[in-house]
């Protein structure tokens, strides 16, 4: 058994032996009845229904014509008269034990009389006296069985591989242990019934009793099982011990049963079916409430209740509504039993999870349809007591019906399916606002915002960047709990998880819509970069040309007036220039590098001035990088403050400090010298200028006077 769950091949490939074997067994059986070759059928209802011939029986000796009443049969020892009950297919239509009784008694003596060497058949005609005719029972031929038999076989069967499937998926269940009971079961009932159903005439009265008991085992052990079922999945409600009691007392009433010691069928076979079935609607009730915030365990749950609701709703249509309204012929039972093959897909579904969360809209859909079909029989039928017409009560339902349902139907549906508040071509607005944001986290933290209020999740968390994320469709996973939505660009993956707060799945619907999403925002992003590279290109171009005729104009005037105070200047202004052209690159520079720079002119120009400098800065600096604008901005700022502290207030002591927290860069620069408050400053366009460009940044500029030192304070972010 193992080896067999280990292999799921195996598993199935066994059990389709199994029944291929069961198969040739029980028609075996079948052939080894004696055959008349008479295509008998019932014809008129009450005490005025007959047996007669449905075609010619060439066969018989004269031959026998069509539409002839079929009397009696007679082995010579001993004759019986031919009664519309010999006919049926399922004792179960009987309602009292003595009636089964009779009715097995009277198959066994039809079955001593075919297996005697010729059967005399009594006939009459309407215009005729009775007449005899003789046949010699033969081997029944295997086209004879019809297809009934063969289609209740494939049904039972397919059940139970249906169960075996799933429960080799998921093996340590108990859902699906009982699902594969449920199947087990099911064959139990169904091959007895293909058996007894497809006879010609009769069977032995103790085969047909010990076939009939089987059937009602197999039902009742189904019952049991489906009970069961809905206790334990998709939450269990009880300890697995408490199922010990479903087939103690359903075995019990069994028992009652097959022993005919019950009153009569109703309560013997009918009402532990209907106790079942009532108690797993309740059950399932009870599951709908227990799995309240739990998606996936109620959409597992919706696919038992409409797969349920679909079979019983088909069984009423097709089986109870013709014999009702006499619309068209009821459905056979050997057919009906086919429409527990749609309760098995759904269960099976269900259990094996399979696209759970694309059960939503057309579960609601189908559901809706059943109870148009629902509102179009009921009004029918009640037009049709009232005294209307067949066509005027038709015409007035489909009016009535059209009028007022199909309206609230749509209603209900916009309601119930949650639709996407915002249209894809509403949201271009805010994508573009997206795609031009300054920066990669300003975009990220909008793009978040955005699928937060699409699809709001309970949970929505951001990947780490990655250099190789491309653009690729959103994808829903975890059987819709998760939706994926890919990498654009600078913009990390996301991974939402648990639908509206909690209370659905992601469909494929929502995969579509945010694979649209990301189709127009990977097309906005890639715009956005086009502009960003042709304005690196022109900044590129502007600083060549500022390097290749200011600069050199500035380098030839450094050298011709060399020595002179219009050489500094020239030099000054070679500085700001190189700066600016730095500024313009759009390539990182090391922070350890720039620091140096920084320092080295900190300390040319201080000691010019005739007054120390102190530097210091965190070791941890020099693997920092540092983006070309914010090494322009920092520079901008050192060079300002210590000429504004050198020409001011002609300090003897100056200390610079660069430390790094949290991203941010710190500058602190202190001096001394001619100080005072800076609420009694008037900033002039220096320090003016110095303020705006950090607060662009995103940084900062404070200044305050300690023990008449003045301290100035700068920060902003370093990527």
């Given at each position: 058994m193992n080896r067999l769950l280990v292999r799921p091949s195996l598993a199935l490939l066994t059990v389709a032996a199994t029944c291929v074997l069961v198969v040739i067994v029980v028609t075996v059986v079948a052939l080894a009845q004696p055959w008349l070759g008479l295509p008998l059928q019932t014809t008129g209802e009450g005490d005025a229904a007959t047996v007669i011939l449905a075609a010619e029986a060439p066969t018989a000796n004269p031959p026998i014509p069509k539409d002839a009443r079929v009397l009696q049969l007679s082995d010579g020892l001993q004759t019986l008269a031919l009664k519309p009950t010999d006919l049926i297919e399922e004792p179960d239509f009987l309602d009292t034990y003595p009636e089964m009784d009779d009715f097995f008694a009277r198959q066994n003596q039809l079955a001593r009389i075919l297996r005697a060497g010729e059967v005399s058949v009594i006939w009459q005609t309407t215009e005729e006296h009775p007449q005899a005719s003789m046949i010699r029972p033969q081997h029944r031929p295997l086209a004879s069985l019809g297809t009934p038999y063969w289609y209740q076989l494939a049904v039972g069967f397919a059940a139970l591989l249906i169960a075996t499937w799933v429960y080799v998926l998921r093996p340590g269940q108990w859902g699906t242990q009982l699902f594969l009971f449920t199947g087990m079961s099911f064959v139990l009932f169904t091959v007895p019934a293909a058996l007894y159903s497809s006879r010609e005439l009769a069977l032995p009265g103790v085969l047909f009793r010990t076939l009939s008991s089987m059937n009602h085992l197999g039902a009742n052990a189904f019952g049991c099982a489906l009970v069961g079922l809905f206790l334990m999945y998709p939450r269990p409600l009880v300890k697995p011990r408490t199922l010990l009691w479903l087939p103690l007392v359903f075995g019990l009433w069994f028992a009652l049963d097959a022993t005919h010691s019950a009153p009569d069928q109703d309560w013997g076979s009918r009402t532990p079916i209907m106790a079942q079935m009532l108690l797993a609607i309740v059950m399932g009730v009870v599951q709908w409430r227990t799995t309240r915030g739990k998606p996936v365990e109620r959409a597992?749950?919706?696919?038992?209740?409409?797969?349920?609701?679909?079979?019983?709703?088909?069984?009423?249509?097709?089986?109870?509504?013709?014999?009702?309204?006499?619309?068209?012929?009821?459905?056979?039972?050997?057919?009906?039993?086919?429409?527990?093959?749609?309760?098995?897909?759904?269960?099976?579904?269900?259990?094996?999870?399979?696209?759970?969360?694309?059960?939503?809209?057309?579960?609601?859909?189908?559901?809706?349809?059943?109870?148009?079909?629902?509102?179009?029989?009921?009004?029918?039928?009640?037009?049709?007591?009232?005294?209307?017409?067949?066509?005027?009560?038709?015409?007035?339902?489909?009016?009535?019906?059209?009028?007022?349902?199909?309206?609230?139907?749509?209603?209900?549906?916009?309601?119930?399916?949650?639709?996407?508040?915002?249209?894809?071509?509403?949201?271009?607005?805010?994508?573009?606002?997206?795609?031009?944001?300054?920066?990669?986290?300003?975009?990220?933290?909008?793009?978040?915002?955005?699928?937060?209020?699409?699809?709001?999740?309970?949970?929505?968390?951001?990947?780490?960047?990655?250099?190789?994320?491309?653009?690729?469709?959103?994808?829903?996973?975890?059987?819709?709990?998760?939706?994926?939505?890919?990498?654009?660009?600078?913009?990390a993956p996301c991974t939402l998880r648990y639908a509206g707060g909690g209370a659905r799945l992601f469909t494929t619907r929502d995969a579509q819509w945010a694979s649209a999403l990301c189709e127009l925002m990977a097309d906005m992003l890639t715009g956005r970069l086009s502009y960003e590279a042709g304005v690196a290109q022109e900044r590129l171009r502007i600083g060549r040309d500022l390097h290749d005729n200011i600069g050199a104009r500035l380098l030839k005037m450094i050298h011709q007036l060399r020595g002179?105070?219009?050489?500094?200047?020239?030099?000054?202004?070679?500085?700001?220039?190189?700066?600016?052209?730095?500024?313009?690159?759009?390539?990182?520079?090391?922070?350890?590098?720039?620091?140096?720079?920084?320092?080295?002119?900190?300390?040319?120009?201080?000691?010019?001035?005739?007054?120390?400098?102190?530097?210091?800065?965190?070791?941890?600096?020099?693997?920092?990088?540092?983006?070309?604008?914010?090494?322009?901005?920092?520079?901008?700022?050192?060079?300002?403050?210590?000429?504004?502290?050198?020409?001011?207030?002609?300090?003897?002591?100056?200390?610079?400090?660069?430390?790094?927290?949290?991203?941010?860069?710190?500058?602190?620069?202190?001096?001394?010298?001619?100080?005072?408050?800076?609420?009694?400053?008037?900033?002039?366009?220096?320090?003016?200028?110095?303020?705006?460009?950090?607060?662009?940044?995103?940084?900062?500029?404070?200044?305050?006077?300690?023990?008449?030192?003045?301290?100035?304070?700068?920060?902003?972010?370093?990527?």
């Open positions: 597992s749950l919706l696919w038992f209740a409409l797969s349920s609701l679909v079979s019983c709703s088909l069984a009423v249509l097709l089986v109870y509504v013709p014999s009702f309204l006499g619309w068209f012929a009821p459905l056979p039972q050997a057919y009906a039993f086919g429409l527990f093959l749609v309760m098995y897909l759904g269960i099976a579904l269900g259990l094996s999870k399979y696209r759970l969360f694309d059960l939503g809209e057309w579960a609601y859909r189908v559901i809706l349809w059943l109870g148009g079909i629902a509102a179009v029989m009921a009004m029918d039928a009640a037009l049709l007591t009232i005294g209307l017409g067949p066509s005027l009560s038709l015409g007035t339902t489909v009016l009535l019906v059209g009028a007022l349902y199909f309206p609230f139907r749509q209603w209900l549906l916009q309601r119930l399916l949650r639709r996407h508040g915002a249209r894809l071509d509403s949201l271009l607005p805010e994508i573009t606002r997206i795609t031009f944001l300054a920066g990669a986290p300003e975009q990220q933290a909008a793009w978040s915002a955005l699928l937060q209020r699409l699809f709001d999740p309970l949970e929505l968390s951001v990947a780490p960047p990655s250099a190789t994320t491309q653009p690729k469709m959103a994808h829903v996973e975890q059987d819709g709990l998760v939706l994926q939505v890919g990498g654009l660009a600078n913009l002179t105070p219009t050489a500094e200047v020239a030099r000054e202004a070679m500085k700001d220039l190189r700066t600016s052209i730095a500024a313009l690159d759009s390539h990182p520079v090391a922070l350890a590098d720039a620091l140096a720079d920084w320092r080295a002119e900190a300390s040319e120009r201080c000691e010019a001035a005739g007054c120390t400098m102190q530097w210091e800065q965190q070791t941890e600096l020099t693997e920092t990088p540092l983006s070309s604008h914010t090494k322009a901005t920092l520079e901008a700022v050192v060079r300002e403050l210590l000429t504004n502290a050198l020409k001011h207030a002609a300090p003897t002591q100056v200390a610079v400090s660069f430390a790094l927290q949290e991203q941010r860069l710190q500058l602190q620069l202190t001096h001394d010298g001619a100080v005072s408050a800076p609420d009694s400053w008037k900033d002039g366009y220096g320090m003016r200028n110095l303020r705006a460009r950090l607060k662009e940044k995103g940084g900062s500029l404070s200044a305050a006077l300690r023990d008449q030192t003045l301290l100035f304070q700068a920060e902003l972010p370093v990527s």
